[in-house]
């Protein structure tokens, strides 16, 4: 079997599931064609099937390692972008998540009990140090702010009430549970997230946090 016109993106896949080696020539330095079996990548079958008025190649149960493929159908192109860019987002999450190796509670808890720690720790500070410290753990309630004001809820009123939570967990060992508490924002109200199964890859809030900081020493 050959098949011509392949995208080169769509090579590299086959070259890294299979064990293959992109061969651009079989013409040698001395101008003869010769091969070399160990360029050659292994899978259990190679077939070509007809799936809507499309003949895809099917490379199934490669050797080199796990791959698969994930077939998208829908009534038009749009729809099937639509959902593209859905499965995008969602096996991105997936690869942050390996990447980052831990979680963290989400909805804002983390930028709300960060900036509670701030605010304290500013007050141990003296001269310019303190107004920056102090300005950056301002500048981390803007994001639980801002999702409060899109949500159309009392942002004034759910900013206070997780800055109380997070200051007691801080203040008070008796406490430690109320550090998972963050924003619902489909009830207007928090929540403890642990128990609602809301997390967060810890690599997010880390380059948050410093994207946030360099924006605070800029202003």
Known sequence: MAVRRVFKRDLKRVVKASGATILSSLVNLEGEETFEAAMLGQAEEVVQERICDDELILIKN??????????LRRANDCMCDEIEHSLHDALCVVKIVLESKSMVPGRDAVEVALSIYLENYATSMGSWEQIATAEFARSLLVIPNTLAVNAAQ????????????????QVNSECKNLKWI????????????KQAGVFEPTIVKVKKSKDEKHTAVHK
């Open 154 to 169: 009392d942002s004034t009123d759910l900013d206070a009430k997780l800055r109380a939570s997070h200051n007691e967990t």
């Open 62 to 71: 490669t050797k080199a390692c796990t791959s698969a493929t994930i077939i």
């Open 182 to 193: 963050g924003l619902d924002l489909k009830n207007g109200k928090s929540r403890e997230n």
